[in-house]
């Protein structure tokens, strides 16, 4: 229904109930409106100059008297579109302030932060795919298959479209558990020697992953820190 199109929006109760009565019954007064709508003759008038505003409804004044009267409900329409394009302008704008704040990489600044929660990891494992560069991995469990579901499998279909490398180091324990994939290999530790942490390494980022009910991963972004994880995987990986 229109009147649920318009509460959307954000139109006023008011404003609905004035809109719909004009388009239905056409022209009147503040004070006839006010009293076929039951509204009072203050709401009235703040809810027409709204309408006004918005393009709406417009008026005449007749006699000192101002009627006012609907404009077509195809002016929904205009009005939608003006937002989209006010929209637009806002993200334009929003994405030239956001490329101002990014850190300059050639600084080498160690950036921290903090996720948390199933939407935040989602979030970070996305970003991987994104990033697109070789994927190392230290696990001591299938966490991330246990805890996401059908999302693991989509995840990693993904990966292998964009043709991203992974290898992963898990506990021999689990050998019989896990499954070949394309562009991914497998080499195993003793359990002992793997941290419960998932450590998952991609460019220059290390992702350190506690699991729990509302599991928390700590991402630093930093050249000389990855670059000391992966020197670390690698050795781990040749033993």
Not at 149 to 174: D, T, V
């Amino acid at each position: 229904m229109l009147e649920d199109t318009l509460g959307k929006m954000g139109f006023s109760p008011s404003e609905i109930r004035l809109f719909m009565h004009l388009n239905r019954n056409g022209a009147g007064y503040a004070t006839r409106l006010s009293q076929e709508t039951g509204l009072n003759r203050t709401n009235v008038y703040e809810a027409l100059d709204r309408l006004v505003a918005k393009g709406l409804v417009s008026f005449v004044t007749q006699n000192n008297v101002k009627w006012y009267a609907a404009n077509p409900p195809e002016s929904v329409l205009s009005l939608i579109q003006m937002k989209e394009e006010e929209l637009a302008g806002i993200k334009k704008d929003l994405v030239f302030e956001i490329n101002i704040l990014k850190p300059n990489p050639s600084r080498g600044e160690l950036e921290a932060r903090i996720f948390v929660g199933k939407y935040g990891l989602r979030m970070l494992f996305e970003e991987i795919l994104e990033k697109g560069k070789p994927i190392s991995v230290i696990a001591s469990k299938l966490q991330f298959s246990e805890f996401f579901g059908p999302y693991f499998e989509a995840w990693h279909k993904a990966r292998i479209q964009k043709g991203i490398k992974q290898r992963s180091i898990f506990p021999r324990s689990l050998k019989s558990k896990l499954k070949d994939r394309k562009l991914l290999q497998y080499r195993f530790s003793d359990d002992e020697s793997i941290n419960p942490t998932t450590t998952i390494l991609y460019g220059e980022n290390c992702l350190f992953i506690q699991w729990a009910k509302e599991p928390i991963a700590i991402k630093i972004q930093n050249k000389d820190v990855a670059h000391s994880h992966l020197n670390y995987f690698n050795r781990l990986w040749k033993s």
